[in-house]
């Protein structure tokens, strides 16, 4: 998908309408769209049932040196975003937005924060280790992960996960990228995507987390008010 698209689409409404203060419980019965392609499939004898896409499979390596995977990541809710450490441009709000939010759900059981360098040839795992430093979510405990892998595995996956980034000499640091917030349940499937440059959806996503919440909980057979 062109970058130009991707950029496009970070900054689409795609959740529901219905206002929720945010004082206000989530509705289990509402759910956030599938973000990607669904298709209905059906066996010899059998109810057709509709699939939707999953990222796919993944091998980081986060700041401390711990694998990251779909698998260490399966049952967990997670938001992720692409940076790198010496962006000039809109990194830096980036993660001073999805600080707000990592506040609010950073000890939430079974949330996760994942950024990914899309520079891992400067960004070492000392780099991110420092980088998490400095924003004070560094501690081994803390839900906020930086990752690495290559740098075609990196542009990759930010594709995978509708965020645009690709080499751009013009641009600040050399890297065009978009700021998008990319929200995936627990079975691996995108469920919001967020601009985080633009307050209105970062506050879109402050509400929509708590509705994935819920209603990984009611699938999962957990108390939704044990959520939190």
Not at 199 to 215: F, G, N, S, T, W
Request: hydrophobic share 35%; proline share 7%.
């Amino acid at each position: 998908m062109p970058l130009a698209a991707l950029l496009a689409l970070a900054g689409c409404g795609t959740g529901p309408t219905a206002d929720m203060g945010s004082d206000a419980q989530p509705d289990a019965s509402t759910t956030l769209p599938y973000i990607g392609n669904s298709e209905r499939q059906a066996g010899p004898g059998q109810d057709s049932v509709t699939t939707h896409a999953t990222v796919p499979a993944f091998r980081l390596h986060d700041q401390d040196g711990h694998l990251v995977t779909n698998q260490s990541l399966a049952g967990k809710v997670y938001l992720t975003d692409f940076f790198f450490a010496t962006c000039p441009g809109i990194c830096p709000k980036m993660q001073s937005e999805m600080l707000k939010v990592y506040k609010q759900y950073g000890t939430t059981p079974n949330v996760r924060f994942l950024s990914q360098t899309i520079d891992p040839d400067h960004d070492s795992l000392a780099v991110l280790r420092d980088y998490a430093r400095r924003l004070g979510v560094g501690t081994p405990g803390s839900s906020w992960r930086f990752v690495r892998a290559s740098r075609d595995t990196a542009y990759a996956l930010a594709a995978a996960y509708f965020t645009g980034a690709m080499p751009d000499a013009k641009a600040p640091g050399g890297i065009a990228h978009s700021g998008t917030f990319a929200l995936v349940d627990d079975q691996g499937h995108v469920r919001g995507l967020y601009d985080s440059l633009n307050p209105q959806e970062v506050a879109r996503l402050e509400k929509e987390l708590p509705v994935l919440l819920a209603e990984v909980k009611t699938r999962q057979g957990q108390p939704v008010a044990a959520q939190r």
